[in-house]
């Protein structure tokens, strides 16, 4: 475990710059307004009132579109604004104890990338040519624009060649500049895509110099642990748990649930998983969920098992949003944000007081981070579970039903957040229709 002692206590408001700023959609020399960057300090208070903290940032290098087009990776999108703007942000942020995590996108770049661009210009011959998996014609040459892999099959995305050590030392670069500015850490998009062996090499000599950081792997499929050990990383975004957490509200079925728990406990055996309910690139909760008067219980769900939590922003306030597989698909789910937090709807502040609740029960027990789940009591509508690390103990039961259900409380003596109604003789607990509860 390379894990930083202070990522027990992590709890992140994930924030895509270029859609909160309300940026263009495309890269522009002349943007409509200048230090957009800066829009974001005056929202640093209201993570902090959240309980996040820290703030999880997605792409603000210089880019082609949406950021995961990197076409300068030393210099901040122009649409967002200057390096001193990030200066400032980074210096704000940790004035009020807040971290920050960088997106960076290492295995694949814009086409417009200088050195994908020289290749273009100079043919075989260029210097950055191995960096790139390139076939050429039998008449390549300057001018002359190979084949190349890229990503998913996006044309515009081109794939980094991960096996020539000139890619590494540009990564390790790029990563330890961005450190050495005040980031925290980074989380490594489409890391699935990587192989591990690149970076563990990449991890190993930036932790030399910066042993505090922190890296998390984007992994939507395979063997989560595994990719995480032999790369190096502290951790990986669990998707099985976000997948598992909408789809058991939706059919009413703690099946699903209890059994991507056991899933999860076994992850947690040799690292904190990224947990999540809401991110960049899915519909958002509140619109996943056909009833939204249960997306309370994802959010129990999300801060009270093991791992380190991400708070997408605008979930807090019960934001909606569909993610769709089209040009344009990923806007509804990377808004614009109001000016300030005295510009936000009250119609958001019912599930934002659940996250304050709820993060204020993460907060006064960080042993969450690591705590494996236990079944209790367990059926399609109800799902009671405890958490245990050593000594340390909480129990949450979960009701799904239209009725109050008499659940067991697992010899807890108090309610710590949620409404029900305890009884410590009976060792019960009146959970109300739709209801939950966190018990200690």
Do not use: C
Request: charged share 20%; hydrophobic share 40%.
């Amino acid at each position: 475990m390379n894990e930083p002692d202070w990522v027990q206590h992590a709890i992140w408001w994930q924030v895509y710059p270029l859609g909160f700023v309300g940026a263009e959609k495309t890269a522009t020399l002349d943007p409509a307004a200048d230090h957009r960057l800066l829009d974001l300090v005056p929202w640093l208070d209201y993570a902090v009132g959240l309980g996040a903290s820290g703030i999880a940032l997605g792409p603000i290098f210089e880019s082609e579109t949406h950021g995961y087009d990197t076409t300068d990776y030393f210099r901040i999108d122009s649409r967002l604004g200057s390096l001193e703007d990030f200066d400032t942000l980074v210096t704000e942020a940790h004035r009020r104890g807040l971290r920050i995590l960088l997106d960076g996108v290492f295995n694949h770049t814009g086409r417009s990338f200088a050195p994908f661009q020289d290749v273009l210009k100079s043919g075989p011959q260029a210097d950055a040519a191995s960096w790139f998996s390139l076939e050429w014609p039998d008449d390549g040459g300057p001018g002359v624009e190979p084949a190349y892999q890229d990503f998913e099959g996006h044309h515009h995305l081109v794939a980094l060649n991960h096996e020539e050590p000139a890619v590494a030392d540009f990564v390790v670069e790029v990563m330890e500049y961005w450190l050495g500015r005040g980031a925290d850490g980074w989380r490594l998009d489409a890391a699935y895509a990587v192989p591990s062996s690149f970076w563990s090499k990449v991890t190993a000599r930036v932790r030399s110099s910066h042993p505090n950081a922190y890296f998390v792997g984007e992994y939507i499929h395979g063997d989560y642990a595994e990719e995480v050990r032999a790369g190096g990383l502290d951790s990986a975004t669990q998707y099985e748990l976000w997948k598992a957490v909408w789809s058991s509200l939706n059919d009413a079925n703690f099946f699903e649930l209890a059994a991507a728990f056991e899933r999860h406990n076994a992850l947690l055996s040799s690292y904190a998983p990224l947990t999540f309910i809401g991110n960049h690139d899915v519909t958002r909760i509140a619109s996943k969920l056909s009833d939204a008067a249960l997306v309370p219980h994802a959010v129990v769900v999300l801060l009270t098992v093991g791992g380190t939590p991400s708070i997408y922003y605008g979930d807090e306030q019960g934001y909606r949003g569909v993610k769709e597989d089209r040009a344009g698909g990923d806007d509804d789910v990377r808004p614009l944000f109001p000016p300030s937090p005295d510009h936000l709807s009250p119609l958001g502040g019912p599930i934002f007081a659940v996250h304050q609740e709820l993060i204020g029960v993460r907060r006064r027990n960080s042993w969450l981070h690591r705590a494996t789940s236990e079944a209790l009591q367990l059926s399609n509508e109800v799902f009671v579970y405890r958490l245990a690390v050593g000594a340390d103990a909480l129990v949450v039961a979960l009701n799904l039903s239209h009725d109050t259900r008499r659940l067991s409380a697992a010899g807890a003596t108090a309610v710590v957040a949620g409404a029900a109604t305890l009884d410590v003789d009976a060792d019960a607990v009146l959970v109300p229709p739709r209801g939950w509860a966190v018990l200690g």
